[in-house]
């Protein structure tokens, strides 16, 4: 099932969505969503992106009592409740992650002991992060941002919320407490009129050139 708009059309057009009409998203355009997203990388191809899936209108009715009151929490058909998983770097995790890659025979014995080795390093020094659900926020974020861009090429909007109370969320929807809520994606077909384009700083405000405060000019 291809995409109905190119991907800088979908790109231009996302819009944080405010307002949801309510027709429902088909599911066979919702699996192909949630498929594609799943496509977005991650460090060592650890995937510590959980995703709860909310349809009815009860289970949405819980989440908007915890984020604020949004109304997009209830109108939207679909929202998503994005989670990072910390026990990623637990050895079990990290021997399936191995064993998903020698099923595709893209993992071999060495490949697989080099990984065990630079996984335990990075969660043991991480020199790249301050702690580890900085680490599984930064991955988890990637895919909610491949599943907004899908979604838009299937012509389905979205709006991406931190507008919420973590803590609340954990306990309604039966989080485990390894587990980090990073924000709510509300999917579905934005009511009209749509919300005005807000502007972007131009890239040569934005982008260096070789080190931080240079211009950059192509
Ligand atoms: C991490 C994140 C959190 C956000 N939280 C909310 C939110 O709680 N409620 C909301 O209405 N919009 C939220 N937004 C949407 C932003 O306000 C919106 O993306 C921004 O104003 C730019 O508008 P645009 O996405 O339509 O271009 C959030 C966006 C991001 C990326």
Request: aromatic residues 10%; charged residues 25%; neutral net charge.
């Amino acid at each position: 099932m291809e995409p109905s708009i190119n991907l800088r059309h979908a790109i231009e057009q996302r819009r944080a969505v405010r307002s949801f009409e309510p027709t429902l998203i088909p599911s066979v355009i919702l699996s192909e969503i949630l498929r594609l997203g799943m496509r977005s990388p991650s460090a060592f191809n650890l995937q510590p992106w959980r995703f709860i899936i909310l349809r009815n209108l009860d289970s949405k009715e819980k989440l908007q009592a915890c984020a604020f009151n949004q109304k997009q929490v209830t109108e939207a058909p679909v929202v998503l409740i994005c989670c990072s998983d910390r026990r990623v770097a637990e050895p079990d995790y990290i021997e399936s992650v191995i064993q998903l890659g020698r099923d595709q025979d893209a993992i071999n014995d060495t490949y697989a002991d080099h990984i065990r080795t630079a996984i335990s390093n990075t969660f043991e020094k991480h020199p790249s992060f301050e702690g580890i659900e900085a680490w599984t926020n930064r991955q988890a974020m990637l895919a909610v941002a491949h599943i907004m861009i899908v979604a838009q090429a299937y012509g389905v909007d979205s709006c991406p919320m931190e507008g919420f109370i973590a803590s609340e969320v954990k306990a309604e929807f039966n989080i485990p407490k390894e587990v980090d809520v990073c924000c709510l994606l509300a999917l579905g077909y934005a009511a009209k009129p749509f919300k005005k384009y807000g502007g972007r700083f131009s890239v040569e405000q934005v982008c260096y050139a070789e080190s931080y405060g240079k211009d950059w000019k192509s």
